[in-house]
């Protein structure tokens, strides 16, 4: 499901030294959105956890789900392959772009599916009211 990330490494990037890691000035927020490109939709941050972005919140959400989900998954795999992180298999280019295609037209499907989680979870609310009663943009509700 994370076809998106392609078949590169994914880059890093890491803040100031001695510095709390935050992104938090405009010549460290544009010194981390050098890092990201529509090849590179994602950059882990140095001791931090990762960015990434999209075109829409939903291609956004859906990214950023992924690329957790995948992390912990890569972490088994590598885990199960005794620590060596040579011999888990990654896509090659031509899965990854097949994958991407593929994600692409799951988006809207498990967006839908992560808001109405939210809708019935009684954890959380919102003085908003619920978007079935207004328009939510890119969604075919």
């Not at 999209?54 to 088994?76: D, P």
């Not at 991407?100 to 979870?121: A, G, H, I, T, Y």
Request: proline content about 2%; glycine content about 10%; charged content about 25%.
């Amino acid at each position: 499901m994370a076809g998106f990330l392609g078949h590169s490494v994914v880059e890093v990037f890491e803040a100031e030294k001695d510095s709390d890691m935050l992104v938090k000035t405009q010549a460290l927020g544009a010194a981390l959105a050098e890092k990201l490109s529509n090849d590179r939709p994602v950059v882990l941050q140095h001791k931090h956890g990762f960015t990434t972005f999209g075109t829409s919140v939903e291609q956004a959400i859906y990214r950023a789900i992924y690329t957790q989900s995948n992390c912990k998954l890569l972490a088994q795999a590598i885990t199960f392959a005794g620590g060596d992180a040579g011999k888990v298999s990654y896509l090659e280019e031509e899965e990854a772009g097949a994958c991407k295609v593929m994600n692409e037209k799951c988006q809207d499907k498990s967006f839908r599916l992560w808001l109405r989680e939210v809708q019935v979870n009684p954890l959380y609310e919102s003085e908003e009211g619920e978007p079935e009663k207004g328009r939510v943009e890119g969604m075919g509700m």
